[in-house]
């Protein structure tokens, strides 16, 4: 089933007003969301509490403003979308962390049922090598 352009930016608004948890109620429990790359997010998580406990969990102990999303731009082709992120967020020790991210969706009943992630996986080491957990 084709997702519509208005239904993905109202989710990705929750996104972008610091409101995960309205964004991640379109999310299965049962995702399958990869997060690529070589850093210490990486990893492919079988469900929504696994990869919120081993990233945004994460990261909200390093980013204490928390993530910053915000769209750049979409391209949507049936059940796929591509949404093109920005973060910008600043860390514990004053780090910049403006990170690019791309994710590509899978939507099945107007829920997220596959991601995978890609990200600058140095600066993510970065922030983590200097705001140790």
Known sequence: MAVSEAYVRSIFKHLEEGDGAAFFERVADDVDWTVEGTHPLAGRYNSKSAFLSHTFAK???????????????????????????????????????????????????????EVRAYLDSALVTRLFDENPI
């Open 59 to 113: 990261l909200g102990k390093v980013l204490p403003g928390g993530t910053q999303l915000h769209v750049v731009g979409k391209l949507l082709s049936g059940d796929w979308v591509v949404v093109e992120l920005a973060s910008m967020a600043t860390a514990r020790n004053g780090m910049r962390f403006d990170n690019k991210y791309c994710w590509l969706l899978r939507f099945s009943n107007e829920m997220i049922v």
